[in-house]
């Protein structure tokens, strides 16, 4: 597979592999005997942030798309269905394939699929209720789908009231707008669910649609701070990193250390943490967005991640981890050999990534530079 190295930014490829390699580490905890340590709770943790990175770095990359998009005179519902369409073809292929792979496996090992099984072809299955086991991983797509349709569409539908307002200002304002509302979404969560717990906080709050729309539009708002204050997002890159690093260990560390638990404040785990996590991350993006290169010894590894991270997100743990587990159970093996099983692990499901990411979603992905897409919407 050949790289063009030159047109990718280093700092966003590490951000990708991270994210990625964070969730597959939080997963990868099932191969070992339950347990309850200081090791489980950093790898259910894990699990959650790196999620969160997805979100903040696909919020940055479209909205630096929707904002050219949209100041661009040209700018009508045919512009709007084009970044659509170059968005589906770049997740919808593989996240149908996946799931309907999940269906049949789910058929061979006897599991019982989810009474509204339907919902996944829509992405509605966690929109407004708790995400089904089934799939377990796909929670983070209808976030994404739904992010893709409601900016775009919101900026479209606000030019019809012809403000006496300039484009680059009004995207700043649909973005605010946009954030606002879902915060308030959970502000509404937290008076209905006054007293929960973080198991049902996973997958009540963190894993719904409504609730978190916002965490991609924390990376939209950085990309527009990109690119209408660029000496500003220079200028101070390290000063936002440092910032952004302070506050993820802040959130992620000595929270945890001081017993700040939902239990006793469920107004922070319910309404703050999440944004502030957003924040956090999005406060990473000056340095790392102008990170363009680095040796080829961490170069190559990390851009190969990063190329398969969404491959490897959905084929990890429903595809990989399940199938490992139901034909080698791993609870009588001793902590050895559970360690040579996770590096099989790791190396089948990098490779089997690899592989679906070069016969079938970078095919697809390439479809949306075809000329019949682009002549369509000329």
């Given at each position: 597979?050949?790289?063009?190295?030159?047109?990718?930014?280093?700092?966003?490829?590490?951000?990708?592999?991270?994210?990625?390699?964070?969730?597959?580490?939080?997963?990868?905890?099932?191969?070992?005997?339950?347990?309850?340590?200081?090791?489980?709770?950093?790898?259910?943790?894990?699990?959650?942030?790196?999620?969160?990175?997805?979100?903040?770095?696909?919020?940055?990359?479209?909205?630096?798309?929707?904002?050219?998009?949209?100041?661009?005179?040209?700018?009508?519902?045919?512009?709007?269905?084009?970044?659509?369409?170059?968005?589906?073809?770049?997740?919808?292929?593989?996240?149908?394939?996946?799931?309907?792979?999940?269906?049949?496996?789910?058929?061979?090992?006897?599991?019982?699929?989810?009474?509204?099984?339907?919902?996944?072809?829509?992405?509605?299955?966690?929109?407004?209720?708790?995400?089904?086991?089934?799939?377990?991983?796909?929670?983070?797509?209808?976030?994404?789908?739904?992010?893709?349709?409601?900016?775009?569409?919101?900026?479209?539908?606000?030019?019809?009231?012809?403000?006496?307002i300039n484009r680059s200002r009004l995207f700043f304002y649909v973005t605010c707008v946009i954030l606002l509302f879902f915060f308030i979404t959970k502000v509404f969560y937290n008076t209905s669910h006054p007293n929960t717990n973080m198991i049902f906080w996973?997958?009540?709050?963190?894993?719904?649609?409504?609730?978190?729309?916002?965490?991609?539009?924390?990376?939209?708002?950085?990309?527009?701070?990109?690119?209408?204050?660029?000496?500003?997002?220079?200028?101070?890159?390290?000063?936002?990193?440092?910032?952004?690093?302070?506050?993820?260990?802040?959130?992620?560390?000595?929270?945890?250390?001081?017993?700040?638990?939902?239990?006793?404040?469920?107004?922070?785990?319910?309404?703050?943490?999440?944004?502030?996590?957003?924040?956090?991350?999005?406060?990473?993006?000056?340095?790392?967005?102008?990170?363009?290169?680095?040796?080829?010894?961490?170069?190559?590894?990390?851009?190969?991640?990063?190329?398969?991270?969404?491959?490897?997100?959905?084929?990890?743990?429903?595809?990989?981890?399940?199938?490992?587990?139901?034909?080698?159970?791993?609870?009588?093996?001793?902590?050895?050999?559970?360690?040579?099983?996770?590096?099989?692990?790791?190396?089948?499901?990098?490779?089997?990534?690899?592989?679906?990411?070069?016969?079938?979603?970078?095919?697809?992905?390439?479809?949306?530079?075809?000329?019949?897409?682009?002549?369509?919407?000329?």
């Amino acid at each position: 597979m050949k790289i063009d190295y030159e047109k990718r930014i280093f700092g966003l490829d590490i951000m990708r592999a991270v994210a990625i390699l964070l969730v597959v580490a939080s997963h990868a905890v099932w191969i070992f005997p339950p347990a309850k340590n200081v090791l489980t709770d950093l790898m259910s943790i894990a699990g959650v942030l790196g999620v969160e990175i997805f979100f903040v770095l696909s919020g940055f990359l479209i909205g630096r798309l929707i904002y050219r998009l949209f100041v661009n005179d040209d700018f009508n519902f045919k512009s709007v269905s084009y970044f659509w369409v170059r968005r589906w073809f770049r997740t919808l292929p593989n996240y149908y394939l996946i799931l309907l792979f999940n269906l049949v496996l789910a058929l061979f090992l006897g599991t019982v699929l989810p009474d509204h099984v339907w919902q996944y072809a829509f992405f509605i299955q966690n929109f407004a209720w708790e995400m089904p086991l089934f799939f377990g991983e796909s929670w983070s797509l209808p976030i994404e789908e739904f992010a893709y349709i409601i900016g775009p569409l919101l900026l479209y539908l606000v030019l019809f009231f012809k403000l006496k307002i300039n484009r680059s200002r009004l995207f700043f304002y649909v973005t605010c707008v946009i954030l606002l509302f879902f915060f308030i979404t959970k502000v509404f969560y937290n008076t209905s669910h006054p007293n929960t717990n973080m198991i049902f906080w996973n997958v009540n709050l963190k894993a719904v649609t409504i609730y978190r729309i916002d965490a991609i539009y924390y990376g939209v708002l950085a990309a527009y701070l990109s690119i209408i204050r660029v000496s500003f997002w220079k200028r101070y890159r390290y000063l936002f990193l440092i910032l952004g690093g302070l506050m993820f260990l802040g959130l992620n560390f000595v929270v945890p250390m001081k017993q700040i638990f939902i239990e006793s404040h469920p107004f922070f785990w319910n309404v703050l943490y999440l944004p502030i996590n957003s924040v956090a991350i999005a406060c990473t993006l000056p340095f790392l967005s102008q990170l363009k290169s680095a040796p080829k010894w961490i170069l190559i590894p990390v851009t190969l991640i990063s190329l398969i991270s969404y491959s490897m997100y959905l084929i990890h743990y429903s595809v990989v981890m399940q199938l490992m587990k139901h034909f080698f159970p791993t609870e009588a093996l001793s902590t050895s050999t559970l360690t040579i099983y996770l590096t099989i692990y790791i190396v089948v499901t990098i490779m089997l990534s690899y592989i679906l990411y070069i016969l079938f979603e970078r095919p697809m992905t390439n479809l949306r530079d075809s000329d019949r897409i682009k002549n369509h919407f000329k």
